[in-house]
């Protein structure tokens, strides 16, 4: 009676939103019935808080972990929001070091912004006593003392004589202390240790913290006992550990683990043990963090740890800037000859010097697409794919990256846009944002080889974003990516930077990119000299620019350009030049393309070029062509026209999307009587996602209203199936009255554009 009572007074208020938090701890059907009651007001939202999805999960949809975690774009808005002064790439370490998870986020973030490094901030917990409150009253005082202790460890297990009974009590209790289960042991969430060891005392926490960081080193978990060691105060064992195994967990990948640990080492301890500079050094490369990287190299140089110019020269080799690196190699080689000789290759290649690279012995994926041979590179790669991601980051060499960058080359887009999207996910397990940035730039090139100008545009936008801050040889391809899409001043800013790092290679592979898109695009571009370039493929393509000719048969000696790759020709000149060598076998070619859009007034361009017709029934005959295939008789019916009054339409619309066609040469684009779909013919509403708008504005013809109302009918009834509001105001676009669509709309942040639609259709109406 209560529950009727409340809702009949909930009923009459305007929309709310019920939350509740914590629900866990009144989960019953008594609480469940309530909700499902309150449920059925018109205007209340309910938003169940919980540690556990039982019971609530029948009420409605269940968000878990990863659906609520901060993608990158929210982490940016986030960062943007919090801590404005961060870059971009700053803000990507941050989510790549917390996974998305968004309290971490905003705490990391917020002491981020006084200066904290990330690994530092990771620590600062906020003051226990706030958890404490939550956690305390769900458990009772023999659990909580346990956990406390339990918590001094951070995790324990049942193979620990010691701790087996502890874990078996605090196993009924684990979602109350949000306690992770790994491999049947408890794992403690940071916060939550922080909270329950405020009440350990100090003296007892040191030894428990002592005895752990001996039982693990006894397990080989020299990781685990480096932490113990560090949190009992003995900093003298635990950098003598970071000394031993440090470079060791950095090639498993562990690098955050070192950073934070080596962070909370004082200064004179580490000053005590100069190789730790070259270890902090060695971390803060893998990290992304290269210009600290480079000063704590420096720092290493200074206390006379000779292997610090070895480092030097490895963050320009990441970071691809041979000229900044040349000068360290001479040093280093000096002193370390042999361990110099593959970095001195790899910067020679780096700098596009691809034979002296390859006649030291370097060779490989990155080799063979440097010196004319992306096939064989691609190839190489799809058999080397690596599994996995504990390992330290690979920056530009990383397998998924590269894999991505040939496949868009040589081999399929789509299989390029997968693998880019992987790489993302690998840089974000890495913690790496160099990965995450470069990823952005791979699926950027996915897409613009396969035409698709907008989607390519955000992910250029997103890479150039996340390079900020970080090395300039990562902007290199997000601007070369924005001035293949027309933006000149990305070209230039593209052209200084890649000379500012010394590659010539990247500053060709990125100008013949811009220079295919533009041609691709029906945009003039001048093609610059290219200096000094090995790369035969690159010159090869430089040499058949425009694509007027093919005389050396280039199209069938690298037959991926035939197929949507970055350095494809247009479909029309690929198709033409085949016809002309006898590859194709047609009576004739047009040698051109045709974008026709419907939708709104029906326009044509041929070869981008926007063309009219003289007679306004060729357009119309143009417009009953798109609907359907005809039979003449239907035809002319259809026209009003006479046979001979029609040979005269059919004739014109023929030159006009044909211009130069001999004149008993059979058509291309067009057959007794319909269109033909061949590659260089573009119809919007041929498209998965064909745009907005009524086709066929302002053409009247009985046949073309048909097809107005079949077309309205079936795009709103997708829209009406779509999960996306966006997807619904487009629909709302189209029938501004549509009752199911506008209402939906009111409950999404589009309402406030929705009602304004709908507003402008009554008006219209005089309603």
Partial sequence: MAGEALLEALSGLAGHTLVLDEAQRAGSREAVALLRTLARAPGLRL??????????????????????????????????AIAPELTAFEVERAHSLV?????????????????????????????????????????????????????????VGPE?????????????????????????????????????????????ARGLLSKAAERALARG????????????????????????????????????????????????????????????GEALRQAGRYAEAEAVYQQALRAGVERA????????????????????????????????????????????????????GLEGPRVWLRSGQPERALMEVRRAQEEGTARAPQNHREGTLLLALLEAIAGDAQAAFAAAQKGRREGEMLGSPFVVALAEARLGHALLAQNRWGEAE???????????????????????????????????????????????????????????????????????????????????????????????????????????????????????????????????????????????PLEVQVDHRPVRFRREKVRLLLGLLLVRGWSKEALLEALGVSDGEFRVLWSELLATLEPGRPPRAPGYFLRPYALVQVPELWVDLWQPDPGE????????????????????????????????????????????????????????????????LREEALRELEL
């Fill in 458 to 600: 955000l992910a250029y936008r997103r890479a150039l974003s996340l390079s900020e801050g970080g090395p300039a040889r990562l902007g290199v391809e997000p601007l070369g990516g924005l001035a293949a899409l027309g933006h000149s001043w990305a070209f230039e800013a593209m052209v200084r930077q890649a000379r500012e790092a010394g590659d010539a290679w990247v500053e060709a592979f990125m100008t013949l990119v811009v220079a295919q898109a533009h041609l691709r695009r029906g945009e003039a571009f001048t093609l610059p000299a290219l200096a000094a370039l090995e790369d035969p493929f690159l010159k090869a393509l430089a040499d058949h620019y425009p694509w007027k000719a093919d005389p050396d048969g280039l199209l069938l000696r690298y037959p991926f350009l035939q197929n949507p790759t970055l350095f494809a020709p247009p479909p029309h000149r690929v198709r033409r030049l085949l016809w002309e060598a006898g590859h194709l076998p047609l009576p004739y070619h047009p040698g051109v393309c045709v974008r026709i859009r419907a939708l709104g």
């Fill in 47 to 80: 938003a169940v808080l919980s540690r556990r999805a039982a019971p609530w999960e029948v009420l409605g949809r269940v968000l878990g972990e990863a659906e609520l975690a901060f993608d990158p774009a929210e982490a940016l808005q986030l960062g943007q």
């Fill in 99 to 155: 996974r998305g998870w968004p309290l971490g986020l905003r705490l990391l973030l917020r002491a981020m912004r006084f200066g904290v490094r990330p690994e530092e901030a990771f620590y600062a917990h906020p003051e226990p006593a706030g958890l404490l409150a939550y956690l305390v009253p769900a458990l009772p005082q023999e659990v909580l003392e346990l956990a406390c202790r339990a918590s001094v460890l951070g995790e």
């Fill in 160 to 204: 620990e004589a010691e701790w087996a009974e502890a874990v078996e009590l605090l196993r009924p209790y684990a979602a109350d202390l949000l306690l992770e289960s790994v491999g049947g042991r408890l794992r403690f969430h940071p916060l939550v240790r922080s909270a329950l060891m405020s009440r350990v005392a100090p003296e007892e």
């Fill in 221 to 280: 978990e020299e990781v685990r006992a480096a932490g113990y060691l560090l949190e009992a105060g003995r900093l003298g064992h635990a950098a003598d550990l970071l000394l031993r195994q440090g470079e060791a967990w950095l090639d498993r990948g562990f690098t955050y683990t070192v950073l934070a640990l080596l962070e909370r080492l004082p200064e004179p301890v580490r000053a005590a043990r100069p190789a730790l500079f070259f270890l902090h």
């Fill in 693 to 756: 708008g009524l086709p066929f504005e302002g053409l009247d013809h009985p046949e073309l209203e048909r097809f107005r109302s079949a077309w309205l009918h079936e795009r709103l009834q997708a829209y009406r199936r779509s999960q996306l509001p966006a997807q619904w105001l487009q629909g709302l676009r189209l029938e501004p009255l549509d009752e199911e669509l506008y209402a939906r709309l009111l409950e999404t942040e589009l309402a406030q554009e929705a009602r304004r």
């Fill in 309 to 360: 110019l070895l480092g030097l020269s490895r963050l320009y080799l990441d970071t691809v800037e041979p000229a900044k690196a040349q000068g360290y190699l001479l040093a280093a080689r000096l002193r370390f000859p042999q361990a110099v000789e593959r970095f001195w290759a790899e910067n020679l290649l780096n700098a596009g010097r691809v034979q002296e690279a390859m006649a030291l």
